[in-house]
Nanobody, 117 residues
Framework: QVQLVESGGGLVQAGGSLRVSCAAS????????MGWYRQSPGKQRELVAT???????NYADSVKGRFTISRDNAKNTVDLQMNSLKPEDTGVYYC???????????WGKGTLVTVSS
């Protein structure tokens, strides 16, 4: 079982930057795809970015060119660097670990990001 703990959320002004991190209790080797999702008030949880064990990344159109996802398998961490933040980026950001063989999903409890206009 993998436990995920997010950190780094907070309040930032529009145009600013923030980095959120996810620490996994177990090994996140290459068989785990990692991702960041967010849920804004009144909306469903949506994909923000994912990264495979081989480092292949995928981003939501709304964050392309502004956000960067990275992972360190040795440290069991996944980070999301967020630049040029917009008020619509506000939400609770959740870390996800997806086992590519058996389809298991694990979620963190989330970290709140608030972007003021």
């Amino acid at each position: 079982q993998v436990q995920l703990v997010e950190s780094g959320g907070g309040l930032v002004q529009a145009g600013g930057s923030l980095r959120v991190s996810c620490a996994a209790s177990g090994s996140i080797s290459s068989i785990w795809a990692m991702g960041w999702y967010r849920q804004s008030p009144g909306k469903q949880r949506e994909l923000v970015a994912t990264i495979t064990g081989q480092g292949i990344t995928n981003y939501a159109d709304s964050v392309k060119g502004r956000f960067t996802i990275s992972r360190d398998n040795a440290k069991n961490t996944v980070d999301l660097q967020m630049n040029s933040l917009k008020p619509e980026d506000t939400g609770v950001y959740y870390c996800n670990a997806h086992h590519v063989w058996n389809g298991l999903d694990y979620w963190g409890k989330g970290t709140l990001v608030t972007v003021s206009s």
